[in-house]
């Protein structure tokens, strides 16, 4: 806050300055910007905190967990949907099944254990799938604008949830005659139960996706066609043969197909992929986070501004605490 008073020939703070009849005050000039600049770096060259909480930082879907807790603790559940539904889309499916790398990283497992997030991810999402707290997404105006998602597992399903809010119209294909993908196929009723999975295939569904099941792509459907019908096409499919990618027409083994890892975009124009079509990927809550970049990619394709991906937030993290400090 140092401003210069014009004629005092001296910087101070402008909180702790009384104004005075007259006073002419400097606050842009490059005298006092430099004053600015050498006081932050000396604030920062002793920071005691985290820009983001350790447990948000290390989620790969980097979701807001205490704001969250605040929000529960208050006892508004709804707005507690709101924030986790804001970075996954899959909150009672991951609440379930994800490996909880955000209590790995929990401040309080060295007092006490951790904070059990997954936990409470998974109460207030069953609250929204039974209705106890309802949360409908707000949708942006309709922008014409057309994707077809070719996969309808966790990568597939938060794309098309995002996608969906922004004002985007979004088709997702898949071979099998349900949605759910690995979600559904691969693991068992006793980990996932199957009206959770359903309840939230339904929340995609209720934005206004289609549903286009029992749909080989390169078999019942061309590729070229689709990307004719959609202005954009996002490969969620999971691992792929070397058949089934020249059927795309994405000739090579999975691991050499290529894509830009900010963007998710492949040199074929307006198409993208993202997941186990790249590499294997065990981590749900990865692809949950995969699926929402991917997203923001094709919106702002869609947008007609630079495809530059998801926007990083700056952190930083707690310097070591002393023995003094503790």
Not at 103 to 110: S, Y
């Amino acid at each position: 806050c140092m401003v210069r008073i014009e004629g005092s020939g001296r910087l101070v703070p402008a909180c702790g300055t009384l104004v005075a009849d007259g006073m002419r005050v400097e606050t842009l000039s490059p005298e006092v910007r430099r004053a600015r600049r050498m006081a932050l770096e000396l604030l920062l060259s002793d920071h005691a905190g985290d820009c983001l909480a350790p447990c948000q930082s290390i989620c790969p879907a980097q979701m807001d967990v205490p704001t969250m807790i605040r929000q529960i603790a208050a006892g508004n559940f709804a707005a507690a949907v709101a924030t986790v539904k804001d970075r996954i889309a899959l909150p009672g499916i991951l609440g379930r099944i994800c490996t909880k790398p955000c209590e790995k990283g929990c401040r309080r497992g060295d007092h006490g254990g951790a904070v059990s997030v997954c936990l409470l991810k998974q109460s207030v999402a069953d609250q929204q799938l039974t209705g106890a707290a309802a949360h409908e997404p707000a949708r942006s105006p309709p922008s014409g604008k057309r994707a077809a998602i070719i996969g309808s597992g966790p990568i597939g399903l938060a794309a098309a949830f995002y996608l969906l809010q922004w004002g985007h119209s979004v088709a997702i294909l898949d071979d099998h005659p349900e949605a759910g993908g690995a979600l559904r196929y691969a693991i068992g009723d006793d980990r996932l139960p199957r009206w959770v999975l359903d309840g939230e295939v339904e929340a995609v569904r209720r934005l206004g996706a289609e549903l286009r099941l029992c749909t080989r792509v390169g078999v019942d459907v061309a590729f070229d066609a689709l990307r004719a019908e959609f202005d954009a096409v996002l490969i969620a499919t999971g691992e792929l043969d070397g058949p089934s990618l020249a059927r795309l027409g994405l000739p090579g083994a999975p691991k050499a197909v290529s894509v830009d890892r900010k963007t998710f975009r492949m040199p074929v124009e307006n198409v993208f992929a993202a997941g186990g079509v790249l590499r294997k990927s065990r981590l749900a809550v990865r692809s949950v986070a995969e699926g929402r970049a991917a997203a923001t990619s094709i919106d702002q394709l869609f947008r007609g501004v630079p495809v530059t991906g998801p926007e990083e937030e700056y952190n930083h993290r707690l310097l070591t605490i002393t023995a003094e400090e503790n």
